[in-house]
């Protein structure tokens, strides 16, 4: 394919390059003038590992140019690649000035081009909407021509590391398309044909908010091997030593586990153990601020929850599940126990259910915990899914028993159903109205 990449940094000049080397032919666009220079003449714009070979034998093969002129540039592609940087304004929002220009400046050339339909692949990290919300109507202004019509979109987050770009380029951990339309996807995915890695097609917004994602779990991953570093240290242990035994739980540690957005932590171990531990850190005269919040965010999940049973204006509630996940009977420290007594206290109607949490099956310190705990549970308590949805105009899915997806069946026109835990992956239950807690 013929390729325009606009902007050429770190991301568009591997970009560049690495296409280049991929068979097609390749012309970089920036304002600065020298950029352009270098790149002519066959020598890399950054400093990075394997970029100087890749650069010179892309340009004297013909494969790899540059200009300043944004309509040349536009009027040759088949595809255009825009990677121009997004960095952050004074008060920490993205600066999408140079996004913009350059909409308008890709806009122009479309105007200009020959009418054929030319691909605009956005590559910038970039706030969830941008593209579709200010991109693409700036383009569509600016050429007078629609997307969908003479040009296709599509968002493809770029996942390569300073120091080691090129390497990543041709083996990321996968390619994310976020495409408009059929042919907007296929003509993508030609782009990176010869890439190593799986090609994954979603909305364009879920490709934008993928890449913030993962940029924000790492930073999370790096302050959170720091702060158990200087805990470790604090008790004469090697930071490093720990976090090698940790990640080598590849089931519970480092994998999809834990990682399904829904309701607060609860049971007998994580938030005894997260306080422990802060305690512990506290005592050693270390601040944590990452595992500091932890609890602090986890409480604000059941307020989340809380706000979204009272915005209902409805009075009578059911609660489907109490323990903190499905398949046990465990209560301690269930956070939709919390849920119920601050809507008991404010005199809400409850009905609530859980297979599990029979009075009469209750043993030992669970029954304690009820009778001492929650001794008006027991008055709320009622057999079956079917006798709380009855009985109720807010149904609250608190634990993901498969039990619970069936009585949906139960659902009328007047109840809202709001879901903690993501209980229909697919479609919905029909029901009056369905909120889910994040999603
Ligand atoms: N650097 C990374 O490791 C990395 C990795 C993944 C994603 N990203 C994202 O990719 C984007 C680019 O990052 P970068 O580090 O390459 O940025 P950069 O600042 O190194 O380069 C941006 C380039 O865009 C050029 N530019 C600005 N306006 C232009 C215009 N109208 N026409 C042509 N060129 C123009 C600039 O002159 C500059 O050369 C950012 O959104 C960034 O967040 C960066």
């Avoid at 120091?163 to 390619?175: C, K, L, N, R």
């Avoid at 009469?360 to 949805?389: C, F, H, M, T, W």
Wanted: charged share 25%; proline share 5%; hydrophobic share 45%.
């Amino acid at each position: 394919m013929r390729i325009a990449v606009f902007g050429l940094g770190y991301v568009g000049s591997v970009t560049a390059a690495c296409l280049a080397k991929l068979g097609h032919h390749v012309t970089g666009v920036d304002v600065q003038p020298f950029k352009v220079e270098r790149l002519k003449a066959g020598l890399s714009v950054i400093i990075e590992k394997d970029i100087d070979a890749l650069v010179a034998e892309a340009a004297a093969a013909g494969r790899l140019s540059a200009t300043d002129d944004p309509f040349e540039a536009v009027a040759e592609a088949d595809a255009i690649l825009v990677c121009v940087g997004t960095p952050s304004g004074p008060d920490g929002s993205v600066d999408l000035t140079y996004i913009q220009r350059v909409a308008l400046q890709i806009g122009e050339g479309l105007g200009k081009a020959d009418g054929r339909r030319r691909l605009l692949m956005v590559r910038s990290t970039l706030p969830p909407g941008t593209t579709e919300k200010i991109i693409v109507p700036l383009v569509e202004r600016a050429s007078g021509g629609k997307a969908g019509g003479r040009f296709g979109v599509c968002y493809n987050p770029e996942f390569l590391r300073e120091g080691s770009a090129v390497e990543d380029f041709f083996a990321p951990p996968q390619t994310v398309l976020g495409a408009m339309d059929e042919w907007s996807f296929a003509r993508a995915a030609e782009v990176f044909e010869g890439v190593n890695a799986p090609v994954v097609r979603t909305k364009i917004a879920v490709a934008e908010m993928t890449k913030y994602t993962s940029n924000l779990y790492h930073a999370l991953k790096i302050c959170f091997a720091n702060e158990v570093g200087n805990l470790c240290r604090a008790h004469g242990l090697d930071g490093h030593e720990v976090m090698r035994l940790f990640a080598l739980d590849t089931k519970l540690n480092i994998s999809a586990a834990y990682l399904r957005p829904g309701f607060a932590f609860g049971g007998s171990c994580l938030p005894k153990d997260v306080r422990g531990a802060v305690r512990l850190a506290r005592a050693a005269g270390l601040r944590l601020p990452v595992l500091e919040a932890i609890i602090p965010s986890n409480e604000a999940q059941v307020r989340r929850a809380l706000a979204l049973i009272e915005g209902t204006r409805r009075r009578r509630i059911g609660i489907l599940g109490l323990s903190f996940k499905e398949g046990t009977d465990d209560l301690r420290e269930s956070p939709i126990i919390q849920v119920i007594e601050s809507l008991v206290g404010r005199g809400f109607t409850l009905r609530v259910h859980d297979e599990n949490v029979a009075l009469a099956r209750l043993v030992g310190a669970n029954r304690q915990y009820l009778e001492e705990e929650v001794p008006y549970l027991e008055s709320i308590l009622r057999p079956s899914p079917k006798d709380v949805i009855e009985d109720t105009e807010v149904v609250v899915i608190a634990n993901a028993s498969p039990r619970f997806r069936e009585a949906a069946a139960h659902f009328g026109p007047g109840h809202v159903v709001i879901d903690l835990v993501r209980l229909w992956p697919g479609a919905p239950p029909a029901c009056g109205e369905y909120i889910g807690i994040c999603w």
